[in-house]
């Protein structure tokens, strides 16, 4: 091994172990409260070595996450219904939903930075995320247009949008409360995904299968 890759390795395993303090700290202490000095004595490195490896604090919160919410992502995409898509958008906000109710205090410091960020790495990375989810959103209308489960002539971008506002609005709504309440918002959202999808179905959708 090069002098260089070791370098590389080493420098990554200390970026994991001030990831994991962080994580331990902000969960404990509370994201505002927490200060970089401490996480710099919890993770036994220099602060001067804490900034050269996150610009600032939101970049390390949201780099603490990042990882779980995306294992949640990648579970959710690897048990998905192949059809059907009110059940596809159902499944997938579940498995956000249980990864935001995991520790709902953090959560509420999470979705606050996420929505104030004004520039920097830490909004890059979400900027480059949202893009990747509506991305996503967007292939699971076009398939379900193609299946017919909505018209063909719906503007996929704003059924996006459409859903996108329900889900935030059921998110927010659920980190309100002391504990995120799982079910009750998802039988909420599902309520909301029958409003959207019955504006957006083709017309005689769901008679052909009752006769």
């Not at 927490?34 to 949201?62: C, N």
């Not at 998905?80 to 579940?94: F, G, N, S, T």
């Not at 247009?145 to 329900?166: L, M, P």
Request: aromatic share 8%.
């Amino acid at each position: 091994m090069g002098s260089g890759t070791r370098r590389q390795k080493a420098k990554e395993e200390t970026g994991r172990i001030i990831l994991d303090a962080a994580y331990s700290l902000f969960a404990e202490k509370g994201f505002e409260k927490a200060t970089m000095r401490e996480l710099a004595g919890r993770a036994g490195v220099g602060l001067g070595t804490v900034f050269q490896h996150f610009s600032d604090k939101p970049s390390l919160l949201i780099a603490a996450i990042q990882e779980d919410l995306g294992a949640a992502w990648g579970e959710s995409l690897l048990s998905m219904p192949e059809e059907d898509l009110k059940a596809q958008l159902i499944h997938l906000v579940r498995h956000v939903f249980a990864f935001y109710a995991h520790n709902p205090s953090l959560s509420r410091e999470l979705v606050q930075q996420i929505l104030f960020l004004q520039g920097g790495p830490a909004r890059t990375f979400i900027d480059d995320l949202e893009r990747f989810l509506l991305d996503g959103l967007a292939t699971l209308y076009r398939q379900a247009a193609a299946r017919g489960e909505i018209s063909s002539q719906v503007d996929i971008g704003d059924a996006v949008a459409v859903f996108w506002a329900c889900y935030a609005s059921m998110l927010l709504e659920g980190l309100r409360e002391s504990v995120f309440p799982v079910e009750e918002q998802l039988m909420r959202l599902e309520r909301m995904i029958d409003q959207h999808l019955n504006g957006i179905r083709p017309a005689g959708y769901g008679r052909q299968e009752e006769s």
